[in-house]
């Protein structure tokens, strides 16, 4: 391992560990075995799943402070939530449509579509990451509105959206695998019981995430009021998407 005065990448003066112009470490070594697979791999699997597993959870134990945390600027334990939102959409595509494989098989479930359903699921699937994401701006619009009192802007409020909808795809993701124990006998009441309580689960995570946030603004009766037009919002917004779809499909 060497040090050098100049930074080996960019050839800046540098003073401390990192480089102040690029930020490479100026502690370099020369590239043996031994290091590349004790060092470069293990150690950088390891400080990449690190921060996976301490942003899961954050969104589910703390989503509103974890995010107030990231906003402020302590960002380095965090891995970025719309990446690992991506990754856990893509985990629940494979889930459900194995599912649906596993059912037709073993359990004589034949999936028929009308003709209107189909030209419905034709366009889910075309437009899923469209539809999918659009939940977020949508959380981040809403409570730019009705939660006003931090003076946080639009993307912070974007950041928050992210953390909260991050939670709600990890319960969904956990409703997607229990659903497997439908082909176990005996236990699939498992799964029935684990999908409604997630369900309600999920229905309780939103207010709690914006209440973890922005608890210490209001007071309990008007961050009531405040989550209740979030929701009456939100069901405005959904429905309205919702009519232009079903428009555009019977074009």
């Known amino acids: 391992m060497s040090h050098s005065s100049h930074c080996l990448n960019c050839h800046q003066e540098v003073l401390g560990k990192f480089c102040y112009d690029c930020g490479q470490k100026t502690d370099t070594h020369r590239i043996t075995f031994k290091h590349f697979v004790l060092h470069d791999i293990l150690h950088g699997v390891w400080h990449f799943e690190k921060g996976i597993l301490f942003t899961i959870k954050e969104a589910l134990i703390r989503p509103g402070k974890g995010s107030l945390d990231y906003i402020s600027g302590k960002r380095v334990k965090y891995y970025n939530v719309f990446y690992l ?59 730019f509105l009705v939660f006003r009192r931090k003076r946080l802007n639009f993307s912070e409020h974007f950041i928050i959206a992210g953390m909260v909808y991050l939670g709600v795809i990890l319960l969904v993701t956990l409703t997607e695998i229990l659903s497997f124990l439908d082909f176990f006998k005996y236990i699939d009441v498992v799964s029935k019981f684990s999908s409604l309580l997630i369900s309600f689960a999920i229905m309780a995570y939103v207010p709690f995430a914006y209440y973890n946030a922005f608890h210490s603004d209001y007071s309990k009766r008007r961050f009531l009021f405040n989550m209740c037009l979030f929701g009456f919002l939100l069901m405005v917004e959904i429905t309205f998407f919702a009519t232009l779809g079903i428009l555009y499909i019977d074009k």
């Open 85 to 143: 939102l991506l990754v856990l959409i893509g985990l629940n595509i494979f889930l459900s449509h194995y599912y649906d494989v596993f059912s037709s098989k073993y359990l004589n479930i034949v999936f028929e579509k009308e003709s209107d359903e189909s030209e419905l699921d034709r366009f889910l699937s075309e437009h899923a990451k469209l539809i999918i994401f659009s939940i977020v701006p949508l959380f981040a619009l809403n409570s």
